[in-house]
Structures are given as C-alpha cells and as structure tokens.
C-alpha cells in the first residue's frame, strides 16, 4: 500500500526510518508533506488523491481543530472516504512497526522475511550490479536500497510462502554476493561492529587526531565499554604538540609539511612507540574552510598493527564543506579500521589452525645410530676456521606496509572515494 506522510508545521517522522518499515512489509512511503495550518485540508485531499494510507505528526491539534467537524472525538486511527488514518504527535520506529503497520498489514495476506546487509564502499548501482541476477521482475527477491552517508543499507525481501530450501539458497547467495561490502547483518553501526571485534579479540587501540579533531574518538566512546579497548585519543592540533607529544621531527613537517603522509606516518609511530597498543591510528589533513595548510578537503589517515611491525598511510581527498570533510574523515578510519581487523582475524584463524595441524602430527621415533668402524683419522691439513661472531640484533623499524602485488581478496575500496597507500616519504599532497 502507498503511504503519504502529513507533517503539520514541524516533521517528527524520519522518511530513511519510514521507508525501510514500510518496505520491509510490502508497503511504500510515497509522500512526505509539511503544511502549516492553514494549509491542512488541502494537504490531506492531495494525500488522499496519491496514496492508500495518510499518517499526520507534528501540531496534532492543529490537525484535530481543522476535522473538529468530521471527527466526533480525538481518535489515533480512523477510516474516512475508505483510507486509514493514524495519528500521532512523534512519528518513530516503534509507532511505525507496532501501531501503524500492523493496521496496514490486516488488508494483505501475504507475509515477508527480510534479510538486512549493512554495505560500505558502494554506490546503489554497484550494488545493483553485484546483485544482478536477482535484479529482474521474475526474481523471488525484492530489493530496497537505503542510504546514510557513505554506506548503504540493503534489504532483501522475500516471501514466506516460498520452500525452506529456496529461502536457505537465496540467503546463501545474497551472503555470498555482498561479503566483500557488508559490515553487519543487523541494525548496529560500524563504531559498533569495530567495537565488537576489537573487544572479542581483546585488542587495545591507541588515536592520534589533527584532521579530525577530536570526532574519531568521539566515534570510538560513543558506544558503552570503549574503556575496554580504547586506551587513548590525543588531539595534537598545533606542530609543537605533534612534535612533544608523538614524537614527530621537526625536520619532517618542515621538509614534507603537516599535511602528508610523513606526518601521519610518525603521529602513528609515536603511539606504537610506547609498546602498550595492538593498534594505533592517526589523521591529519586540511578539513578547511582555509587552504593554508594543504590541499582542502586533503586528508591522511595512518594505520599501524603493531604485530605486524608496519603502518600503512592512506590518501583521502574529501569534497565537501568542514563538517562534511570531518565526518568522511571519521567513517573511511572506521571502514578503514574494520576491514584490518577482519585481515587480523583471518590471519590469527589460519595461524591457529597451522598450529593446530603441527600439534596432530605424531612424533617421529628416534633412529638408532648404526654401529660403524670408526676409520683412522687423517691428520688436519687446515687450521679449523671459526665461524664469524652473531651480529647484534638490531632495533626493529617500522616501515609503511606496501600493498601487496597480486588479486586481491575483494575488490571493496574504502568507502566511495579511491584512496592511495603512500609511503612516509612521499611528500606530494596534491
């Protein structure tokens, strides 16, 4: 059914939220309308005229005074001229699934499952394409695409009616198709799943911001029990906190500039250099609105593993105003962030079963000498030569991970934009 949204004088109702539980029940939100009050009848006769269904929020009572003499009472839920009405001063999820649909949902008979991929990195129409063959009106698959700034949330409809089997196939299929994309299967964010992952492997990370000020472990504390694993954030927003607090040279920032990858690239050292942390990440870069400092909207997120002994620099350039630029920034160091911690886990997954495998090997018996005639030695001829003495070990040096020359596992990139792995002495910001 096709459901037209009236917001008198002020909007509660969020159409991203609306849409998805619609869609997710075989239902569509076509309109969304806000009216003053003065404006109202003629408001709900254009509803009336487009779609099955009208919800009104915002100024109720202004709703209610223009029908006092339609409506004998206040009701919720009303029918008039065929088409249900509901009522309601906050229009939120909760009203939506529990009051509003399940009205909706008494004039069909068919019954849905739906499957919810939590995507990053990919336009609509990349995912379209990822999901081709089942992008077609004979498909048993319906498909709504929802989007939040650089991600995109995916639900798969499907008919309950359709045989178990065919459902567990469907499921594997869309499973398969969007791994390379998909964070989560459930409604969480991506600060949530990254918190996941680094509380279930028991990983400590460590953040160094200059470009995004603040707002990367804003991200990070955001959700409950980020003491957890988050050990600190520092803010070194001038040359002389960089310097002072993480340890970066003078001499880099003068020759390479603070906006580069030579900078980010010792911001993350400096973190690592303290042996305490599993991870360090550090951003830097020109958010604007000044083009002093670099590029605008240039931006260097460096990410260090310290089992790994590397960190890995990455280029972003970011089109849009400060906040914007800021809030990308935050989201490709998340992105950027999870898909190494996915790269870690299935690491330490094959490690484990390396091990595992060398632990199941039976242990081979010792071979008896074989008695043989010890021969007269021949008298040396060479005086023994002594081995040279072992070196000694020298200081481990972190050094930028290099990307790896061969296909690699997916072909996800960080979120929409291209970004490039730079090396810390490559100083070209543009």
């Known amino acids: 059914m096709k459901v037209g949204f009236l917001s008198v004088e002020y909007q509660t109702v969020d159409p991203r939220t609306a849409k998805m539980a619609l869609f997710d029940n075989c239902h ?80 069909i008979k068919k019954r849905y499952a739906v499957m919810v991929f939590k995507t990053y990195g990919k336009s609509q129409d990349e995912l379209k394409a990822l999901l081709k063959e089942y992008m077609t009106k004979k498909s048993k698959v319906q498909f709504g695409f929802f989007d939040d700034f650089l ?50 492997e028991g990983l400590k990370i460590k953040i160094a911001e200059s470009f995004t000020g603040g707002a990367l472990g804003a991200a990070f504390t955001s959700v409950a029990g980020a003491s957890e694993y988050l050990m600190e954030d520092v803010v070194t927003y001038s040359v002389a906190s960089k310097n002072k607090r993480l340890g970066v040279p003078f001499e880099t920032i003068a020759a390479k500039g603070v906006v580069s990858g030579d900078t980010a690239y010792n911001m993350a050292l400096g973190l690592m250099s303290s042996g305490d942390c599993d991870i360090a990440i550090a951003t830097t870069g020109n958010a604007g609105p000044s ?47 999870y898909e190494s911690l996915i790269s870690y886990k299935r690491q330490k997954k094959q490690r484990e079963a390396m091990a595992a495998a060398q632990a199941q090997q039976p242990i081979q018996p010792m071979q008896q000498p074989v008695q043989q005639p010890i021969p007269q030695q021949q008298p040396m001829q060479q005086p023994v030569q002594y081995a040279q003495p072992m070196q000694q070990p020298q200081a481990v040096q972190y050094a930028p991970k290099q990307p790896v020359q061969q296909a690699p596992q997916h072909t996800t990139p960080i979120a929409p934009f291209a970004p490039t792995i730079v090396s810390p002495n490559d100083g070209n910001d543009n």
Do not use: W
Not at 154 to 179: F, P
């Open 151 to 200: 991600e995109c949330e995916v639900h798969a409809r499907v008919s309950t009616g359709i045989a178990k089997e065919d459902m567990n196939d469907i499921s594997d299929r869309l499973v398969e198709l969007l791994r390379g994309c998909t964070y989560a299967y459930e409604d969480i964010t991506i600060n949530e799943r990254v918190a996941q992952i680094l509380r279930a």
């Open 291 to 337: 083009v002093q400092s670099g590029t605008l909207g240039l931006c260097y997120v460096a990410l260090g593993i310290t089992s790994q002994k590397s960190i890995a620099v990455i280029k972003y350039t970011f089109n849009g105003d400060r906040d914007y630029n800021i809030k990308s920034g935050v989201k490709n160091a998340m992105f950027l962030l």
């Open 28 to 107: 569509s939100a076509d309109l969304f309308v806000t009216a003053e009050v003065g404006e109202i009848d003629g408001a709900v006769n254009m509803l009336r005229a487009a779609c099955d269904a009208i919800v009104i929020d915002g100024n109720v009572d202004a709703f209610y005074d223009a029908y006092k003499d339609t409506l004998a009472h206040r009701p919720d839920h009303f029918e008039l001229d065929g088409k249900l009405h509901s009522v309601a001063a906050k229009v939120d999820s909760k009203f939506l699934t529990e009051k509003f649909i399940p009205l909706l949902n008494k004039k």
